[in-house]
């Protein structure tokens, strides 16, 4: 189901990142047009923006990323030969990435980071509150997570965060939030962050995974953010300047989410992503875990 927000309709899409740890399936398919099960990953993260009430669609995009722009455009010589077989059912599939949202792109030009890929969004976002979904994080749509920030972003002003308790000894390779509680338990007040400390360091244990709700004021800080870790603009260091100032654009809340979540950045998790979403699938589940049952069978009783 479809929600509307006052004031939010616009998402950013960072999706200009050479995708290194898939090649050489990367070198020339961008990492966020690889498969989860039969859809790019991207369609996943742009049916969770519509489907959140964000009919607008920034992409920041980069080199060798065309086909991105291609699979939410019509192919019309697809269409008209699945019409002429008489094949409805996958011309309604093709024809669905078509018919998402009103989608622009925008190229990123030099890498530098997080904070500069947002802040390529100015223009286009203007002066209201809009969403960032990072492609790598799949959210699984049973899990409302991003309506629940808008909804928190609309309560309170500001700008949201999304955040997820890892084992500490993970919380380097994100970035780490210091909060406050509220009156709702699956809310937090942020007053710091730090990407990717050392566990020691670490504020705590609340990483930031790749969901935002930002206020328009953030444009503004990253335009004055120096270079932080890696030598890239970071979106954390922004957030942290409107933590400690709320009056130069509202207070930064994070919402905890503890549903289901793939990492498709992460070989490994990738993998496993597309086996969860496999196993739900009521046309391909059932036979599918039949055979998952058997093959790991065989594998415990293996020499």
């Known amino acids: 189901m479809t929600q509307s927000h006052p004031g939010i309709s616009k998402a950013v ?3 200009a990142g050479l995708g290194t740890r898939f090649l050489p399936a990367t070198k020339a398919t961008p990492k966020e047009m690889l498969p989860v099960v039969d859809k790019p990953a ?38 008209s030969a699945l019409g002429r077989k008489g094949d409805a059912e996958r011309l309604a599939r ?9 989608m622009h792109y925008v190229r990123q030009g030099d890498p530098k980071g997080l ?3 947002v802040l390529c969004a100015a223009p286009h976002v203007g002066d209201q509150p809009f969403a960032v979904l990072l492609g790598d994080d799949l959210i699984d749509p049973r899990d409302p997570l991003l309506s629940r920030m808008i909804e928190i972003q609309t309560q309170y002003g500001g700008s949201v965060i999304a955040l997820m308790e890892v084992d500490p000894s993970q919380i380097h390779l994100y970035g780490s939030a210091a909060v406050e ?14 990407e990717k400390p050392d566990a020691a360091d670490a504020p705590s244990n609340y990483a930031i995974i790749g969901r935002y709700v930002l206020d328009p004021a953030v444009f503004d800080i990253l335009r004055k953010t120096e270079p932080g870790r890696g030598g890239e603009i970071q979106l954390t260091d922004a957030l942290q300047h409107l933590a400690e100032d709320e009056k130069t654009g509202g207070p930064v809340h994070g919402v905890v989410f503890k549903g289901r979540r793939y990492d498709t950045g992460d070989r490994a998790d990738y993998l496993r992503a597309i086996v969860r979403l496999a196993c739900e699938r009521e046309d391909l589940g059932p036979e599918f875990r039949t055979w998952l049952r058997s093959y790991v069978t065989e594998e415990m009783q293996a020499p």
């Not at 093709?94 to 009103?102: F, K, R, W």
């Not at 509680?181 to 942020?190: A, I, K, L, Y």
């Open 42 to 79: 991207i369609q996943y993260v742009v049916e969770e923006a519509v489907t959140a009430g964000l009919s607008d669609v920034l992409m920041v995009t980069g080199r060798n990323k065309r086909p991105l722009e291609d699979h939410f455009d019509r192919n019309y010589e697809l269409e």
């Open 181 to 194: 509680p509220t009156g709702e338990s699956d809310v937090v007040r942020v007053t710091g962050l730090v």
């Open 94 to 102: 093709v024809q669905e990435s078509s018919d998402l949202a009103t």
């Open 115 to 117: 904070g500069h890929a």
């Open 13 to 15: 899409i960072p999706a």
